[in-house]
């Protein structure tokens, strides 16, 4: 199995993780992560007995791939990526002269 620290790293991961991504900043990065922490629970917990045997492995696919979509589509525009990050990229931009 694993080793009993990825304990202790998927329930920071999940705690804050779950914070960043109720508030909407660190957005894809975030769900980027816990698309992978979904992919090695299913792997590694919900497959042991095959994957079509009852082991309720849906729920955490399910989160997975929100997760994806997540990171290929950013929080939206009311999250906190969205003020922080546009902002910052506005202000890097030259005005347009027309």
């Known amino acids: 199995g694993l080793p009993g620290s990825f304990v ?3 329930g920071i991961l999940e705690v804050c993780g779950g914070i960043a ?15 992978v922490e979904m992919a ?5 917990v919900h497959s042991a007995k095959g994957y079509f045997a009852v082991h309720e492995y849906e729920f955490p696919l399910a989160l997975g791939v929100v997760c994806l979509v997540l990171t290929s589509t ?3 525009a009311f999250s906190l990526d969205r003020i922080l990050f546009e ?9 347009k002269n027309e």
């Open 21 to 35: 991504l109720a508030v909407g900043v660190f957005t894809r990065p975030i769900a980027l992560l816990f698309s």
């Open 8 to 10: 202790y790293l998927a």
């Open 40 to 44: 090695v629970a299913i792997w590694k």
């Open 87 to 95: 902002r910052r990229s506005r202000a890097s931009r030259p005005a």
């Open 74 to 76: 950013g929080a939206g």
